[in-house]
């Protein structure tokens, strides 16, 4: 079927629509998660999103941000590069509910073999996380992992306390949100993108 005049000036029309679509944010619950990111100098691509919810209750939003499309815990654990889980806060969460969930997620998704080398520095994620007292809604808490630094836990863009050293903790805290018992079911098929 030939070209007309009126299908060109459809698609010339068309076009910067598609392209300002694919920058857009993605909003989940009223919050906007952008496309891309940069994490310790690279740029990485919004890999998916998803709710951690209890029943009626919904705790955050969250998106996960890698180098390359995960859609297995295997692929995104074992990805190389920067890495960015970012949760927005959709209530208001006393710093100690935080910490327990954390406690809970990694070592309910970590070896019993592995877990002795990481207590050190769970205890001073709990701490960086306890010294936070509330976290209020709206709240945006980036959890990053930076090459040559290790897992950096971020507040409203402010970093909280030291990087904590090594790429099997951030491993074992991706395992809690992605992992073979996660958090929440759904927010992990959220996260790797694997929504019907």
């Not at 998106?63 to 390359?68: G, I, P, Q, S």
């Not at 992992?145 to 971020?154: D, I, K, V």
Request: aromatic content about 8%; glycine content about 8%; some cysteine.
């Amino acid at each position: 079927m030939p070209l007309t005049r009126r299908h060109l000036l459809a698609a010339s029309l068309c076009a910067p629509t598609l392209s300002w679509a694919q920058d857009d944010a993605v909003v989940v619950e009223g919050k906007a998660f952008a496309r891309r990111v940069q994490v310790a100098g690279s740029e990485l691509l919004l890999n998916g999103t998803g709710v951690r919810a209890v029943a009626w209750f919904k705790g955050y939003a969250a998106a996960l941000y890698l180098r390359n499309p995960a859609s297995t815990a295997a692929q995104a654990v074992s990805q190389p590069g920067p890495k960015r889980l970012q949760l927005v806060m959709l209530h208001k969460v006393p710093a100690e509910e935080f910490v327990k969930a954390f406690r809970k997620g990694l070592q309910r998704n970590t070896p019993e073999a592995e877990l002795p080398p990481l207590r050190g520095r769970m205890a001073q994620f709990e701490a960086q996380v306890a010294a936070t007292s509330t976290v209020q809604k709206g709240d945006v808490v980036d959890l990053d992992f930076e090459p040559g630094r290790g897992t950096a836990f971020r507040l409203n863009g402010t970093l909280r306390g030291e990087a904590i050293a090594g790429e099997e903790f951030y491993a074992a805290l991706l395992r809690s949100f992605v992992g073979d018992r996660p958090y929440d079911r759904e927010l992990r098929a959220g996260l790797l993108g694997q929504r019907p």
